[in-house]
């Protein structure tokens, strides 16, 4: 250990992460402590890692991390997330950002302080490449566009700000590839929630439980979008056909248009989500490029309808993994198995059911002599600890059935997930 170099010996410092490994570590030997002070590059605190963070008042708190990051130099990443700790003083937090951001390259910041500190103030026009902010609040964003020039990231939790800031915010970072919303407190001049955001360069969004009347994302560039748990009456996205996956989880929205950036889909996934098949569809159609579909925990708004493998096989020819669950009616799954087409190019099949009963064995049965390359199925349930003894005899016929059915396909690896 004598012949590491100084550098190597920060750079293993640094993968420690937290400030009281690095800490105790760092007191080895001269050298290492030389590692500390020169070449760490990596610092967190984080109040859940360690119970004394909580059992400590608030200004010994403060001591403690305002000399830890003061005996460093040139640290590029921070983070410093204070769950359950007393607010601490808006002074000694401005303190600790003053010191390190010219070197900053990652900040994750949680921290309640009195008063609020402006994070987009001390740390613009700066390195920041990475900026993660929580239980912050945001206001008088200037419409400067240079303001965060770096800025490839940034992820907003549970902070107060205004539709016009947020978007004066993105506005503000040139080189933005990732945005992470998740419950944001957006705070709006009428009665009408709108949120406008726009942005040349933005590749992937995340948004997660936000209510709106109104969103309506502008991203020319944007490769990856997920909505998860929001609800909106109408969303909007307004591209040039570079979305590649599209995500949605839990969703409430009465109006949804992707528009025309689902040329270069390859993965679209929806889940606990009302379907109203024949409009999704014409919202996918034109997908021709789609290699994974998942339509998990779907339901239907006509009873009636399903979803149509025949029109899937068509127009989805690239397609390799099928991912299905919904709610099965006798009558209606004969229809959904329907059609000369075949999947030829699934390979991965993934079916789950929410009540367990013969018609799931017959839909598998079918879906197996529609998939002829099929070299994995998976197969999801659920199973309830107080099951009755109708219950666990239909449960034992499924398994015999599945038994049964897949000695004709013993070239499937066929895996059973139940919870």
């Known amino acids: 250990m004598e012949h590491l170099p100084v550098e190597v010996i920060g750079n293993i410092l640094s993968r420690l992460g937290g400030a009281r490994d690095v800490v105790i570590a760092s007191a ?4 290492w402590r030389e590692a500390w002070r020169k070449h760490l590059h990596t610092l967190s605190f984080n109040s859940n890692d360690w119970h004394v963070y909580q059992d400590i008042t608030t200004s010994r708190l403060e001591i403690l991390i305002t000399q830890t990051i003061f005996q460093t130099t040139g640290l590029q990443g921070l983070s410093i997330l204070m769950d359950d700790v007393d607010e601490f003083s808006a002074s000694t937090v401005i303190a600790w950002l003053m010191y390190t951001r010219e070197t900053l390259h990652r900040l994750i910041y949680n921290v309640r302080t009195t008063p609020n500190v402006n994070i987009l103030e001390i740390c613009g026009r700066q390195k920041m490449e990475i900026l993660e902010l929580s239980h912050n609040s945001i206001t008088g964003v200037e419409p400067n566009f240079q303001r965060f020039p770096c800025l490839k990231s940034l992820s907003l939790s549970y902070v107060s700000i205004s539709a016009l800031d947020l978007n004066l915010l993105l506005t503000a970072c040139p080189k933005i590839e990732t945005l992470e919303l998740i419950n944001p407190e ?3 001049s009428d009665a009408q929630v709108t949120v406008e955001l726009s942005s040349p360069t933005l590749k992937r969004v995340y948004v997660e439980a936000i209510s709106l009347d109104k969103f309506i994302l502008e991203a020319d ?3 990856c979008l997920h ?3 929001c609800a909106l009456e109408l969303f909007e ?3 040039k056909g570079t979305l590649k996956h599209f995500k949605i989880d839990d969703v409430s929205v009465i109006h949804l248009d992707i528009g025309d950036t689902v040329d270069n889909l390859e993965i679209i996934d929806v889940s606990n989500f009302t379907i109203m098949w024949p409009k999704f569809y014409q ?4 997908s021709s490029k789609l290699t994974k579909l998942r339509l998990w925990d779907v339901v239907f708004d006509d009873e009636d309808e399903i979803v149509d493998l025949e029109t899937i096989a068509v127009c989805f020819p690239h397609l390799s993994h099928l991912a299905l669950s919904y709610d099965l009616r006798d009558g209606v799954v ?6 000369s087409s075949h999947l030829e190019n699934v390979f991965v099949l993934e079916l789950g059911w929410t009540i367990i009963n013969d018609l799931f064995s017959h839909w598998v049965e079918g879906l197996l002599k529609l998939c002829p390359n099929l070299r994995k199925l998976v197969i999801h ?4 600890e107080a099951k009755s003894p109708e219950e666990c005899q239909m449960l034992a016929n499924f398994t015999s059935s599945i038994v049964q059915l897949m000695r004709k396909y013993m070239h499937v690896d066929v895996q059973f997930d139940y919870e």
């Open 334 to 339: 004969n229809y959904g198995l329907q059609g």
């Open 227 to 229: 909505l998860k748990d």
């Open 186 to 188: 957006i705070a709006m």
């Open 381 to 384: 349930g659920v199973v309830s």
């Open 237 to 239: 996205l307004i591209g």
């Open 283 to 286: 919202m996918i159609s034109k």
């Open 221 to 223: 560039s944007i490769e």
């Open 28 to 31: 080895t030997c001269r050298k």
